[in-house]
Nanobody, 124 residues
Framework: QVQLVESGGGLVQAGGSLRLSCATS????????MGWFRQAPEKEREFVAA????????YYADSVKGRFTISRNNAKNTVYLQMNGLKPEDTAVYSC?????????????????WGQGTQVTVSS
């Protein structure tokens, strides 16, 4: 079983930055593809970013490309999401996900493990 715990959310003004962290349990972290999804009130969950186990393959949603950066530290069993240039439309609960595969995907149903989520609120 893999447990994921997010941190780093909060309230920030438009144009500001936040760094989300996702700490994972288990010794198999380095074999998992990791992702971030978000869900705003009354909206469907949407893909944000994903990174392969080696960090060599990364994919972003068009809405965050150029502003967000996903990275991972396998020695610390942690994945990060650096968010710069935040906009009010980035306001959502951000969840970390894990997939026991070498391949990344943008589909939430491909990720069996989920964190509890962390709230990000961007004020205008």
């Amino acid at each position: 079983q893999v447990q994921l715990v997010e941190s780093g959310g909060g309230l920030v003004q438009a144009g500001g930055s936040l760094r989300l962290s996702c700490a994972t349990s288990g010794r198999t972290f380095r074999t998992y593809a990791m992702g971030w999804f978000r869900q705003a009130p009354e909206k469907e969950r949407e893909f944000v970013a994903a990174i392969s186990w080696s960090g060599g393959n990364i994919y972003y949603a068009d809405s965050v490309k150029g502003r967000f950066t996903i990275s991972r530290n396998n020695a610390k069993n942690t994945v990060y999401l650096q968010m710069n240039g935040l906009k009010p439309e980035d306001t959502a609960v951000y969840s970390c996900t894990a997939r026991p595969s070498a391949q990344i995907t943008v589909n939430s149903y491909d990720y069996p493990y989920w964190g509890q989520g962390t709230q990000v609120t961007v004020s205008s």
